[in-house]
């Protein structure tokens, strides 16, 4: 394993830029979307297929992972990487929206926070300190910093507070973590939709120094506009060279709009657990194969799409699986949404290098909105 | 496409042949061991990792694919073997057990069988006739005939009016068979474990005159030692140069003695139905994944056995994906069961080419009964 952690810009276009985030298992392009492998699997893809669509690293859930298999026997068994066949980076989040989004009987105090389990009702304890030896037992290339994810909406004055607190927080993270060459650790701005609040957050974090910064606590229910608008706020208070993540997010359209305000990375579980349900994405917009309009469709779900469920089979055979609940039918949706993200962010990524990035996003903004061309020949 | 259907005897063992099985679409090597794609899909698995295992040839369902997405669609998307991306050789059963097994409201007469679909409750009427063009849209390379499978138990009497009336029904087949150079069109032994049935059937079916025999009626109830005795009076009296197809067989155990009763030709959802609840057959018995004690176990499920499952995961992994239902887990089990039957029937290949079946027969018995090798560092 090599060394080095460390940010490389090599384009800029306007606010976006493109970029190499190096890590010891490996280079990660940036914009970059990782897809989330919850509980130490991709959902319905084999981890080599992962690595076809063009993901360079993986994200984990901590939460999941703590619960089931549980961090030390991970240890035990190798480390995540090894327990999943991931050779590639995994960034881990910290445990903390999941706490709040899943888990019951939730007690928070200044120390930390405990629950029950959504799986078995056990009793558990997340604390700065311990999300960061959990994410140290399972083997994260990038560490994220607990916080907690502000609830939407939120007054000015709860903002504050839960931003204080994630800052609190933070500092115990960052005096936690144990630096080793090629591993990297992540702060996240918190504030809800204030951009005071905002900036605040992000020149504590940068005070305290990280080696990449999060935009946490938006795709909660603010809508794009407001989350966009938040961006506007944060983005220029972030470290410049330094990654910038923004968590969660999102439809494809949010991806393309973060990357024009300076975003580096993202996550979300959309295209895997669209695909699940027989939602694809394509170039034109997002089609429902579960339709009966797909039944007797002989093309390709996208034409330009080279995965296999575009280059080898039809519509009708995909909307044949869905219907019928089969798991080849999440297989190969969940392939073809992660190859047209991986797609999106490799045309971004091009695009502003060679400085066309607005022209890029205004033909991607049409094409979604004319949507998907009907057959010539459908009677109905 | 090439214009043979063929079948050549390479190799005998006692009762026990090896060969290969010419048509169309590709060579089946025999004992052959054919995995089951119900509808279209051989579920949790991608086609060409299908062939990977070992596969030369599936099973599709008639029952299945006529409801859902129905014959005249799949032939109007260009046959099943596109509309599912196999090019291999694909066998059809002729949906008359799955009527029986399946359906609601059936009504059996001389001319056919009506019966609602269990999926959405609408009538259908499958003859003999409708069944061989059923098979024939499908594009399906091996037809069946339409039979009625007696049910268990059944006195002689019974048994000998549903094994005439399947013979009947054998002889419209043959009439309603379309031959082409390439399609072959298998005849149904029927008759119960009454040697003397089946023996009558068996010669009925021969004067009728097929490029294939199979023994139907059998695993339904009757247990292993009475099908292996039926067999013992059923196989000696089906034509020797032609293949011979146990029908929904069966456990390992099953495959190794009906070979060596002489058959050639297998098909069961066992392997691919077990892997999606976590049952994982080996050299050395059946493991159940589920089960607490491979949760912190690093070592291969089965050493020799070179599947993805095997070489690349631990036990504690597969444990793992099957506890927290994930896909992937049904995926790689599927895998690795497929891989096992194949590794299993290219083994009792070889066996009879060297001549050594009883003896590789007798190894297969005794790993089978030792079971498991117990973890050195078991705690517990």
């Known amino acids: 394993m090599s060394g080095e952690f460390a940010f490389h810009l090599d384009a800029r276009d306007g606010a976006a830029r493109s970029g190499r985030l190096v890590t010891g298992r490996g280079v990660i392009r940036t914009p970059a979307f990782m897809p989330v492998g919850t509980a130490a699997t991709v959902k319905a893809m084999m981890p080599e297929d992962v690595a076809m669509t063009g993901a360079d690293i993986l994200l984990g859930n ?19 990487h090894r327990f999943m066949d991931w050779s590639g980076p995994i960034l881990t989040d910290s445990g903390g929206f999941q706490v709040m989004s899943l888990s019951e009987l939730r007690k928070m105090t200044e120390e930390g926070v405990t629950f029950q389990s959504h799986i078995d009702g056990s009793r558990h304890r997340l604390t700065p300190e311990r999300s960061v030896e959990i994410q140290h037992l399972l083997g994260s290339d990038i560490t994220m910093v607990l916080d907690e994810c502000t609830r939407w909406p939120a007054s000015a004055a709860e903002a504050r507070t839960s931003m204080e607190l994630s800052m609190r927080w933070a500092a115990r993270c960052r005096t936690a973590f144990v630096a080793r060459p090629g591993y990297g650790l992540f702060g996240i701005v918190q504030g809800s939709v204030y951009g005071e609040l905002r900036r605040e957050s992000a020149a504590r974090l940068a ?5 990449g910064y999060a935009v946490g606590g938006l795709a909660v229910g603010e809508g794009q ?3 966009l608008a938040t961006l506007d706020e944060t983005v220029p208070a972030l470290p410049e060279g330094r990654p910038r993540y923004l968590m969660g997010v999102g439809k494809p359209s949010d991806l393309v709009e973060a990357v024009r305000r300076g975003i580096d990375m993202f996550d979300c579980v959309l295209p895997t657990r669209s695909g699940r349900t027989g939602q694809a994405f394509t170039r034109r917009g997002a089609l429902n194969l579960k339709n009966a309009r797909h039944a007797d469709d002989p093309r390709p779900l996208d034409e330009v799409c080279a995965c296999p469920a575009c280059t080898r089979f039809s519509r009708a055979y995909l909307h044949h699986l869905i219907r019928g609940g089969e798991i080849l ?8 949404n992660l190859t047209y993200y991986q797609d999106l962010m490799a045309g971004l990524r091009n695009a502003i290098a060679s400085g066309t990035l607005d022209a890029v996003a205004a033909d991607f903004a049409s094409a ?10 459908a009677t109905s």
């Open 62 to 80: 901590t939460y999941h992972l703590m619960l089931r298999p549980g961090a030390e026997r991970i240890d035990r068994l190798g480390g995540l």
């Open 207 to 211: 005070d305290i120094g990280f080696d």
């Open 225 to 227: 506009e407001m989350m």
């Open 329 to 336: 039918g999440a297989m190969l949706l969940t392939r073809h």
């Open 368 to 377: 979604q909105a004319e949507g998907d061309i009907p057959r010539l020949d």
